[in-house]
Structure formats: structure tokens, C-alpha cells
């Protein structure tokens, strides 16, 4: 779905840098999602919004911080990045809590 | 909180043969079932879901069982094809906003 876009799609950063992961849907979605995609750990949420600035913890919050200042952008920030936040980022979107999530094509994040 | 269990993690399969991939679920309060195919390098995609006062739903070659006594549920695929190699992923939640995912289960479908 072309109306959800994330960038970078690849990244490499260094521990400590702080690094930013861009979301930008065009749907006018309320609900926008970050996961975090690990080998045998499936797709983990890492922060979720449920419209302009409000944003509540997923399952593993830690490290990351979100803001969403506008309906249509949702980036996700690495403060201060360690290598076990190496990883692919997921960006989603839905219209409300009972409507398909909508994926991002992701961002491959390496922390080295 | 919910926590999805899915087995196998990796599943081999002859073209035209059936697969199975099987979930259990913690949380009695989950009623919302989605599977995600997730082909190599790509984004997770909605391929079928279904909610707790169903006990199977189909799509073609897809189906998808719910036992909610034992906390279980399945993907069917039939008559596979080798483009229905991917990772699939089981999710179990409230909405879709509170999903839990599983661990994925890598298909492989020979020629």
C-alpha cells in the first residue's frame, strides 16, 4: 500500500548515536503503530498512537521515544542506539482499534 | 498479557500438498484472530482473520479454525503453491491494536 512510507529503509548507525525512523501515512489513519521484527520473536510493539499527540507504550518501550505532532507522521527515535536495537522497524496504520493494520515496506536498522 | 505460541517454525511441503500451521493463545479476553504473510524482504500482509464467534472461515485455498475451549487456532492452505512460500504470522488480541504476534513459521513450498 503505497500510502504508508517509511524511511530510511536501510540504515547503519553507531552505539550511542541517536537515530530517527520516519512514518508518513496518507489515509488520515488514527491509529499509527511501531513494531520491532526479530528473528523468533515475531513482530513486538514498540509505541502506538492513537491520534495527534497521544501516544501510549506497546511491548517493549525501553529506549525508544515517539511523538506525533501531526495526524500524518509518527517517527520513532532511538536516543541513544544499542546494538540490540538492530532490528527491522515496522510502521502501521489503522483507521480505528478494529480495522487491518496497514504495513510499512520497513527500515532495516544495524547498531554497530 | 497475551502470549501467542506458533508452531512449527519452519514448514517444508511439496507443490499441490496441504499445510498446517497451528497457534495457542493465553488470554481468554482475545477474541480477534488476523494471519500475515510476510514474503522475503517485504511488509506483513492480511491474508485472512477471524473473530471468537466463528469457528472457521475460508478464502479460496485458505481456512483458518478457532477453538476458543482449548485457546487454539489454525491456517489451512490448500493445493500449495510455491508462491505460497513465506513466513506467516499468527496474531492474537482484542483489536488490532493489541495484537500479540507470534514467532512466524517459515513455509517452503517445492516444485
Known amino acids: 500500500d503505497a500510502g504508508i512510507t517509511q524511511s530510511p529503509r536501510y540504515k547503519i548507525t553507531e552505539t550511542g548515536r541517536q537515530v530517527t525512523l520516519m512514518c508518513h501515512q496518507t489515509?488520515?489513519?488514527?491509529?499509527m503503530f511501531w513494531y520491532r521484527q526479530d528473528l523468533g520473536h515475531g513482530l513486538r510493539l514498540i509505541y502506538y498512537?492513537?491520534?495527534?499527540?497521544?501516544?501510549d507504550k506497546g511491548e517493549v518501550p525501553d529506549g525508544y521515544v515517539v511523538s506525533r505532532s501531526k495526524t500524518e507522521n509518527f517517527p520513532l527515535t532511538l536516543e541513544s542506539a544499542t546494538r540490540s536495537q538492530t532490528s527491522v522497524y515496522f510502521c502501521?496504520?489503522?483507521?480505528?482499534?478494529?480495522?487491518?493494520?496497514?504495513f510499512g515496506n520497513g527500515t532495516r536498522l544495524t547498531v554497530t | 498479557g497475551e502470549n501467542v505460541e506458533q508452531h512449527p517454525s519452519t514448514l517444508s511441503v511439496q507443490e499441490g500438498d496441504s499445510a498446517v500451521i497451528k497457534c495457542t493463545y493465553s488470554?481468554?479476553?482475545?477474541?480477534?484472530f488476523p494471519w500475515y504473510k510476510q514474503e522475503l524482504g517485504k511488509r506483513p500482509q492480511l491474508i485472512i482473520d477471524?473473530?471468537?464467534?466463528?469457528g472457521e472461515k475460508k478464502d479460496q485455498r485458505i481456512a483458518v479454525t478457532l477453538n476458543k475451549t482449548a485457546k487454539h487456532f489454525s491456517l489451512h492452505i490448500t493445493e500449495t503453491q510455491p508462491e505460497d512460500s513465506a513466513v506467516y504470522f499468527c496474531?492474537?488480541?482484542?483489536?488490532?491494536?493489541?495484537?500479540?504476534f507470534g514467532q512466524g513459521t517459515i513455509l517452503t513450498v517445492h516444485p
Open positions: 502501521a496504520s489503522s483507521a480505528d482499534l478494529n480495522s487491518p493494520l496497514h
Open positions: 489515509w488520515s489513519h488514527s491509529y
Open positions: 498512537s492513537a491520534a495527534a499527540d497521544i501516544t
Open positions: 488470554d481468554s479476553a482475545s477474541n480477534y
Open positions: 477471524i473473530r471468537s464467534n466463528v
Open positions: 496474531a492474537g488480541g482484542t483489536s488490532y491494536g493489541k495484537l500479540t
